[in-house]
Structures are given as C-alpha cells and as structure tokens.
T-cell receptor
C-alpha cells in the first residue's frame, strides 16, 4: 500500500518568509509525528498527534513553529518568519497507535528538505 | 530522561566482513528499542525492533540485534556486509510509560561504508 508522503520534497525560501510543509500519513494510522533532521542537532522530535487528543507540542523549538492535523489525517507544519537555522530535513511519520502505543512501528516519509537563504 | 549513544559516527568494513554497529541506551523504565536505516535522500526505514520477549531480534536484510539489559546495549550486527548496506543507521528508544508521548529518541547515527 501507499506509504507516508510529504510535499514539497524540496523548498528554498528567503529568510523571513513563511513556509508550509505537508504530510499525508498511511491510511488508518491514528498517530502522526513530525521530526527534524539537521547537521547540528541530529534527529529531534517536534510534535505528536494522536487521534482527537491534544497534540504534544513539547518539541517545537519556538512559537514560530505550529502544526495542525485536519480530519485526523493530513498534517501541515507551518514555520513563520523563517530563519537560517530552520534549514533542515523535516520528516513525518505515522503509526497504528491503538493499544500498541510506543511499541508500534513508526513509518517515515521521504522528508522535505528546507533551505532558508 | 531517555537517551541513546551510538559509538562511532563512521564505520568502514570490507564487503563480506562482519558489521557491528554499537548502541547504548539510558532509560529509567523498560525501553523499546529500534534500529532504522536511512539511504541517501530517503526517509528512515525500520530494520528491527525490540519490545518484549526474545532478546535476540532478527530484522530485514540479514541484520539482527541483541537486547542486553545488564549492559544497556542494543548492538546491530550482520555476519557479511554487502555493498548495498552502505547507509546511515540510527538507533532509537521509546517507552511504554503511561501518558507519555510515544516519540522516538534517536542516537546521532552511524554512517556505514562498505569497501569492495
């Protein structure tokens, strides 16, 4: 079946502009995660959505970052007033949370490579 | 707090040689442990995971890992390296802590090179 998809695959923007990154999880997966992969910080958790529960936003690095998940499916990560340090690969993952919880495999998309000039 | 340490950011082996990628974790509660592989310009793909039960876990592409609680380790091995194994490998930990987000905490990764 179809895996996790992300768009765009690459995004180049100018400092100060806003960007939106999209994630389409695997159909039926109730849990959705955003991670960021950068040279300086490695792979770090950003935000977690599980069903209709309030998202865990504890990993968002600043209030310029926000995310939403509409209809329990597609998610959008928004970065306002982008800075050069926001340059990274943004990875989305989804999983069957159900009763398995943390033992469930997270399936990753190919990522969006963001470059802020 | 949980953490993962991967010893060796770069490992180079010859084709046909043993692959050993080291991972140590820190967790105050029983961990769930994962190994992911990332090929250039791609997302992460699960190689194997340990949740409960048998401590020797077999994964895809001939890889396996053994959970050793006494050593807080989850090293990844493969008896014979192939050129196609060249990639970056990430060890990650999560827990079943009630109420906690099921996020993965990743190590810094090990870049595996396979020499002909």
């Amino acid at each position: 079946g179809a895996g996790v998809s992300q768009s765009p695959s690459n995004k180049v923007t100018e400092k100060g502009k806003d960007v939106e990154l999209r994630c389409d999880p695997i159909s039926g997966h109730t849990a959705l995660y955003w991670y960021r992969q950068s040279l300086g910080q490695g792979l770090e958790f950003l935000i977690y959505f599980q069903g209709n529960s309030a998202p865990d936003k504890s990993g968002l690095p600043s209030d310029r970052f926000s995310a939403e998940r509409t209809g329990g499916s597609v998610s959008t990560l928004k970065i306002q007033r982008t800075q050069q340090e926001d340059s990274a690969v943004y990875l989305c993952a989804s999983s069957l949370a159900a009763s398995g919880g943390a033992r469930e495999t997270q399936y990753f998309g190919p990522g969006t490579r963001l470059l802020v000039l | 707090a949980q953490s993962v340490t991967q010893l060796g950011s770069h490992v180079s082996v010859s084709e046909g040689a043993l692959v050993l990628l080291r991972c140590n974790y820190s967790s105050s509660v029983p961990p769930y442990l994962f190994w992911y592989v990332q090929y250039p310009n791609q997302g992460l793909q699960l190689l194997l995971k340990y949740t409960t039960g048998a401590t020797l876990v077999k994964g895809i592409n001939g890889f396996e890992a053994e959970f050793k609680k006494s050593e807080t380790s989850f090293h990844l091995t493969k008896p014979s390296a192939h050129m196609s194994d060249a990639a970056e490998y990430f060890c990650a930990v999560s827990t079943a802590q009630r109420g906690a987000t099921n996020k993965l905490i990743f190590g810094t990764g090990t870049l595996l090179a396979v020499q002909p």
